[in-house]
Each structure stands twice: as C-alpha cells, then as structure tokens.
C-alpha cells in the first residue's frame, strides 16, 4: 500500500511571491518541506504537484535538479490536480501538504496516517475542529476518497480547497479527526506574509541542525523561553477555519 505526500506548490502568491524559495538556513523552503516528510515512517513517496503556469517552470526545474518527483496540474482546479498526481504515481493513500508550512511534524502526519489506516477510514484529518497550531494541519485520504470528490464536487471552492467535498459530505465518507489534548489553534506557524517570514526565521535560526528534524514540542520549548517571538505574527489574518 503505497503512501504518497502530495506537495501543492506554485510561485503565485498575493501575500509573499515565490515563497516557496524564500530562504531559512541556507536552504529553500520547499527544499526544508520535503526534508522534513523524509522523516516520516509511513509516506513512502514525496510528490511536488505545481502547476502547468509558466511562472511555475521554475518549480519543476528546481525539483528535478533536486532528484524529486515532479507533476504539474491545474493551477485552480487543485482538486484534480491532487487527483491526477495520485492516479499518475499510483498512491492508495494520499497526505496533502501545503508549501507554505515550514514546521510540518512527521510525528503528526504518521498518527494520522495510522488512524486512517487501523480504523479503516477514508478520511483522517486533525484540523476540524482546530486544536494543533496553525501550519500543523494534517489531512490524509484514500484514493477512493479522492476519486469520488474529483467526480462529485461541483463548486470552486471545493475544487480549490481539495477537501472541502469531505468535510461539506461528511455522511458519504469514514472519517475522523485527531485532536491535540488542549487547544493551540491560536498560535501561527505558516508563512503567508513578512511578518510569518520573520517569525520562522527566528525558529529556524534557534532549532535548525542538518540531518535531524525539530518538531511542534521543541518548538513549544522555545516559545517558553522567548515568547515574542510567537507575538511576531499573531496579528496577521487568520484562514477562516481558524476563525
């Protein structure tokens, strides 16, 4: 049973254009987002899924630079572009990662890949409701699952949003969330703008060692001890599912 991390990926963005290249120890973002996935004990294959844009050439030269597996798909219907990367690379169970979330945990994504598979689900998941912080959003599938969304769901935003059709569905699918034992949904851990860019930087610059990870407990550990840096993006709009 193959296990697939489908990376979406694109240059465009309002916010911070091209922050999938912004740099932290001497690396790009997307190089630290793949790093971190390599970590896991469940995700047997790392997919980058961007776009057939022309901006985004960039990201398949990047990729095949780097030896990693590359698809390109539809830049707003991302839907099917998850569906034909996973159909494309022959995966039965698929974890979607976004690339703006620079402190991925393997440790997460594995529990929920466990839940998914010991419970036999088609749809495991730890952000509804919220309770990790943000950018620890862990959301795993089955093929099934993804087949009968990208043939089902009708409007934009379920097409955009990849997973939406599970959640505004939630009788036609086996699902479940996992939860954090208390709620640090307030905190924010993906970089959207500067101020994110800033904060991460800041993390990285204290936890970040080559070949070995840091995860959300060596974090919490920090924040401890320089609580400011958690203050440095609060204030920034938050997705409306943290609302």
Known sequence: MKVAAIIQARTGSTRFPSKVFAPLADKPLLWHIVNRLTFSKQINEII???TTSENDNVIEDWALQNGMNIFRGSEEDVLARYYEAAKFFKADII????ADDPFKDPEIIDAVIEILKSEKLDFAYNNNPPSFPEGLDT????FEAIEKA???AKDNFEREHVTQYF??????FKHKNYAYFENKSYLRWTLDTVQDYEMVKQVYNHLYK????????DIFELLKKYPAIANMNLNVKRSAMYS
Request: charged letters at 20%.
């Open 150 to 152: 990208f043939l089902n």
């Open 167 to 172: 959640y505004r569905n939630p009788t036609l």
């Open 139 to 142: 959301e795993v599938f089955t």
């Open 95 to 98: 974890v979607r990662v976004t």
């Open 210 to 217: 080559e070949e070995t990870i840091f995860l959300m407990n």
């Open 48 to 50: 980058v899924a961007t």
